[in-house]
């Protein structure tokens, strides 16, 4: 688990391609950031939720095609875009991969998570 009392990352640092196209769709406290590539694929995606005083980064992903181009960057200063001033406390659960995104971003490792998923039967 990766947390951070404050992230406002300038979205100037990390300008995206005029061949993608990001698009922020929010619902009660649920905001989800969806980055488009030219042909209408899912480049990158992500969602961040408000829980009490808590904003919560979840299911950051960059398809393998897109991947070191800054667009899971752009996700995340979407997602912060929409962070209610409440929320003071933001956290996140991230891949091994992922943390190292995340230290670039200025996250601290707080503490170690598992989860498990359980596939649906057929």
């Known amino acids: 688990m990766i947390c951070r009392e404050a992230f406002n990352h300038d979205a100037g640092a990390h300008p ?3 061949d993608y196209r990001l698009e922020l769709q929010t619902e009660s ?3 989800r950031a969806l980055i488009f590539s030219a042909t209408g694929e899912i480049a990158a ?3 961040a939720a408000r ?3 808590v904003f919560v980064y979840d299911r950051i992903l960059t ?3 897109h991947r070191r181009k800054g667009l899971g960057t752009i996700v995340m200063t979407a997602l912060a875009s929409a962070r209610p001033a409440s929320a003071e406390l933001q956290m996140l659960v991230a891949t091994a991969a992922g943390r190292e995104l995340y230290r670039t971003l200025g996250w601290t490792d707080y503490g170690f998570y598992t989860s498990a998923v359980i596939p649906e039967e057929t």
Do not use: I, Q, R
């Open 16 to 18: 995206m391609s005029a």
């Open 51 to 53: 829980y009490c005083d």
């Open 63 to 65: 398809a393998e095609d």
């Open 29 to 31: 406290d649920v905001t």
């Open 45 to 47: 995606s992500g969602y």
